[in-house]
């Protein structure tokens, strides 16, 4: 396991131990007199905020569709452009992400570029809980110059959790109105992951990169966003309004804007139930694409496929591929590294 710069070595288990607030979170923030991101007062969460602890409810609904990752084998789409590839949250597992892509053949034994024209795009969620998010984020920002000069590309859309790093490194501690009471960026970045090492090598380059990520696109079809809301549908009725609101949002640098962004796109599970496929095809009639694909909810907590918490068991979550759902509108990309799952990356079209 790769670890960060000053870090003792991490011992990941397969268990949700990694949902917990990292030690060194308890000493730093003292417990506030009100709701401190995602530690909600009473039980009660702040309107409209979804946590990513470990205690996300467990959907075991049976239209959920697990679906083998198997190379397509249709032509490409275009002549010229290679195949379209995606990468579910990483979340600081580096040595995962190099073992994923290199299954794949998308890079070689030195961790290079080997995929010529491809295409590869990561849904976001590169840092917090594992042990080397900057690690995760200089690869992709090296790949995608590797890429490039390839014929390629290797682009990245926006997470929730760059948002919140993001929001930690500017404004750290500076109250904001939660919904709730007041709640810094500092103590929901520690709640939720949030790594002492990742803060101490993040560099000005790495702020630029991330502060410039779209939130949406669209790829063969393909809808592609980081978050399953339809939150991103209060930033603009296109896809291009979407990112530029998004854009000049943290380009304003207003904490308690940053933090309402920070707070939709930490919604989740609108496209499961009755409902579903309904809020899937009202993101595409704004947006384009016949499928959406996404991350942020992890497929472990789709299935009801959790081990135990005190890992009594030795089992963890049984991931194999995607997930395809609402009606086969919708695919699922987290595989649930953070909880011993599957760090995720695939070939586009999925034939379910």
């Not at 923030?29 to 946590?51: E, F, M």
């Not at 949406?216 to 530029?244: C, F, K, P, Q, R």
């Not at 009606?327 to 379910?352: E, F, R, W, Y």
Request: aromatic share 6%; hydrophobic share 35%; proline share 8%.
């Amino acid at each position: 396991m790769t670890q960060g710069a000053g870090q003792e070595p991490v011992v990941r288990t397969a268990t949700l131990r990694d949902f917990r607030v990292p030690p060194y979170a308890q000493s730093p923030v003292p417990p506030p007199s009100a709701h401190p991101g995602n530690a909600v007062p009473g039980d009660v969460p702040p309107d409209g905020y979804t946590p990513t602890a470990r205690d996300l409810p467990v959907i075991n609904r049976g239209d959920t569709v697990e679906v083998p990752t198997v190379p397509d084998p249709r032509p490409v789409p275009e002549q010229g452009r290679g195949p379209l590839y995606v990468v579910g949250d990483v979340h600081g597992y580096l040595d995962e992400l190099h073992a994923a892509l290199a299954e794949q053949g998308l890079i070689d034994a030195d961790g290079k570029w080997s995929a010529g024209n491809a295409r590869l795009w990561f849904l976001g969620d590169f840092t917090d809980r594992g042990p080397d998010g900057i690690g995760v984020i200089d690869l992709v920002m090296r790949l995608s110059a590797e890429a490039a000069a390839a014929g390629g590309y290797c682009k990245a859309l926006m997470g929730n959790h760059e948002l919140l790093l993001l929001g930690a490194k500017r404004f750290s501690d500076t109250p904001v109105n939660s919904g709730a009471g007041t709640a810094t960026f500092q103590a929901a970045w520690l709640l939720n992951g949030g790594q002492k090492n990742d803060m101490e090598r993040l560099q000005d380059v790495h702020l630029q990169w991330m502060s410039r990520l779209d939130a949406v696109v669209e790829e063969d079809g393909h809808l592609l966003m980081h978050s399953d809301t339809t939150a991103y549908l209060e930033y603009g009725s296109t896809i291009e309004d979407v990112n530029d609101t998004v854009h000049a949002i943290l380009t304003r640098n207003d904490a308690d804007e940053c933090w309402d962004l920070f707070r939709k796109l930490t919604k989740r599970f609108a496209f499961r139930d009755e409902s579903g496929p309904q809020a899937v095809r009202e993101l595409m009639s704004a947006y384009g694409g016949q499928r959406i694909v996404h991350g942020h909810s992890p497929i472990p907590y789709l299935l009801g496929e959790v081990g135990s918490e005190d890992g009594e068991d030795g089992s963890g979550p049984v991931v194999e591929g995607p997930h395809v759902y609402a009606d086969g509108l919708a695919i699922a990309m987290d595989g649930g590294v953070t909880m011993a799952g599957k760090l995720l990356v695939v070939q586009l079209p999925l034939h379910d």
